[in-house]
């Protein structure tokens, strides 16, 4: 029965999510990977590992974007749901680059493509977060953005051919031609009023959007909670649970995903264990880790899947090591296969933490900035590719990840707040707790009636037996002694 109401319980979550503008979201941000794929199958393998300035361009991009939208909020001290308007100009934006591409002219297509996918990943992102309801399934939901994100990455990586860019331009414009369709036919629905997705799931973010109190200063939410008996105030930790926890929780993802001394020992051992070269085979496993963490977080909080593939993750890089052989790469290929699952598994935590964990009027330029370290991380792991002693370079990024990975499963343990509705979240991070209701107490240790019949109140007293016992009883005097015969003196 409790099987039943659960899988019910998820059914309705997953229609929920049917909707065309939830649906064209995803869409869009599984095109945002795809265009990072491209870019990433041409650093990693047509392009020697050296620095672009593409990646700061989207970088700088993402964060001009996220400054003039923090601005545009605290002018107008509510959400508009500009997502969609933001959306657009990013998929012209990588219309463009297919265009370039057409032409031949790579380095030029990268630079739009880069502006356009960091413009859909910082709006649809956010769209996704401010779309859940107040139930718990941010998480599972943000998780599955992340899969179809990772999913367009990785088939980016698997058809983008530097020796065939025109047969790549067509595609990726077919792609954005679609997307900008369906951008169109949902604002006309959105205008027809057939849909409304300017609009939350969270009645209670609604409500205060509504009536503009969504980005009130600390102080002026504290004030409404002065005085009242059923909540206690305590010292706000949102800046440091926002600060550390994401960004150990990012570092600890980007610093293995983008490791060119892993990928070429994973494609050096699949050469190896499959006799034939498979490139795309670290990024479709690492695809395959978001989506089955968003399946696990349907039913698991996201503490104790981090805390599991965590503790996994490290127990399998240890073993790689362990077994590690220049001359049988082979024997790597498991460790490695399993070590990508545990990447993607982890993954969308990082993403999860800054739109819920950060401040209402800031949580795209949080979500911008997490945009940002991944880009920095992607390019200063190219730097790997220098070493001349692959041994010393896999044993140091290991150890690296080892402690990363370490420091962010005891950060997440002891800052992730349990996901709810994001008002209560933001409370909860301000230090504003709901006071536990003391329940009726029925066990017969607290109410003790048999014991204490017509006897008044001033009577009883209480003994303490432990933290959750209490007994009631009443101090023995001489007429309470019941005796068989009521001449004996009770005395004697």
Not at 171 to 185: F, K, M, R, T
Not at 205 to 212: A, G, V
Not at 291 to 296: D, K, Q
Request: charged content about 15%; glycine content about 6%.
């Amino acid at each position: 029965m409790k099987l039943a109401t659960s899988m019910d319980g998820v059914w309705k979550r997953f229609l929920a999510m049917l909707s065309l503008p939830d649906l064209l979201v995803l869409g869009c941000l599984w095109a945002s990977g795809f265009s990072l794929g491209y870019y990433t199958k041409s650093a990693y393998v047509y392009d020697n590992l050296w620095p672009h300035w593409y990646a700061l361009v989207g970088g700088i991009v993402s964060l001009a974007l996220a400054l003039g939208w923090t601005l545009r909020k605290h002018k107008k001290q509510q959400y508009s749901y500009d997502h969609y308007y933001i959306i657009f100009y990013g998929l012209l934006c990588s219309l463009m680059g297919s265009c370039f591409m057409l032409t031949k002219q790579l380095g030029v297509s990268y630079y739009f493509s880069f502006v356009g996918l960091s413009v859909q990943y910082l709006a649809g992102f956010s769209y996704v977060s401010l779309r859940c309801d107040a139930s718990g399934s941010r998480p599972s939901r943000i998780a599955l953005a992340n899969s179809l994100y990772a999913g367009g990455m990785s088939t980016g990586f698997l058809i983008f051919n530097e020796m065939e860019p025109q047969r790549c331009g067509l595609i990726a414009l077919g792609i954005n031609l679609l997307l900008l369709c369906l951008v169109c036919l949902n604002e006309l629905l959105h205008h027809t009023g057939c849909i409304n997705y300017k609009e939350s799931r969270d009645l209670v973010f609604n409500l205060l959007n509504e009536e503009r109190m969504t980005f009130l200063p600390r102080q002026a939410i504290l004030a409404q909670f002065v005085g009242r008996t059923d909540y206690t105030l305590k010292d706000s930790r949102q800046w440091l649970v926002l600060l550390l926890g994401g960004s150990l929780v990012y570092l600890q993802k980007s610093c293995l995903l983008y490791s060119p001394t892993y990928m070429q020992l994973m494609w050096s051992s699949t050469v190896g264990y499959l006799q034939r070269t498979q490139l795309f085979i670290p990024f479709v496993l690492y695809a395959g880790g978001t989506s089955l963490a968003a399946l696990l977080l349907m039913r698991y909080s996201p503490k104790l899947v981090y805390l599991l593939f965590g503790l996994i993750q490290m127990t399998l890089i240890v073993a790689l090591l362990c077994i590690y052989s220049e001359e049988q790469s082979e024997h790597c290929f498991l460790f490695l296969a399993l070590i990508y699952v545990t990447i993607g598994v982890l993954s969308s935590q990082g993403i999860h933490w800054l739109l819920e964990c950060s401040p209402f009027l800031y949580t795209e330029l949080a979500l911008a900035t997490g945009f940002i370290m991944q880009l920095v991380i992607l390019e200063s792991c190219k730097y790997e590719s220098y070493a001349t002693d692959i041994w010393i370079a896999l044993l140091v990024n290991s150890v690296v990840t080892l402690v990363l990975t370490s420091l962010a499963i005891s950060v997440v343990q002891w800052l992730q707040p349990h996901s709810t509705s994001l008002v209560d979240v933001r409370n909860r991070l301000l230090g504003i707790r709901r006071q536990p209701a003391t329940p009726e107490q029925t066990q017969f240790w607290h109410t003790n009636q048999f014991l204490a019949h017509n006897k008044p109140a001033h009577q009883l007293q209480s003994v303490q037996l432990d933290k959750s016992r209490v007994f009631q009883q009443y101090p023995i005097t001489g007429s309470d002694i019941i005796t068989d015969n009521p001449k004996v003196d009770p005395k004697f």
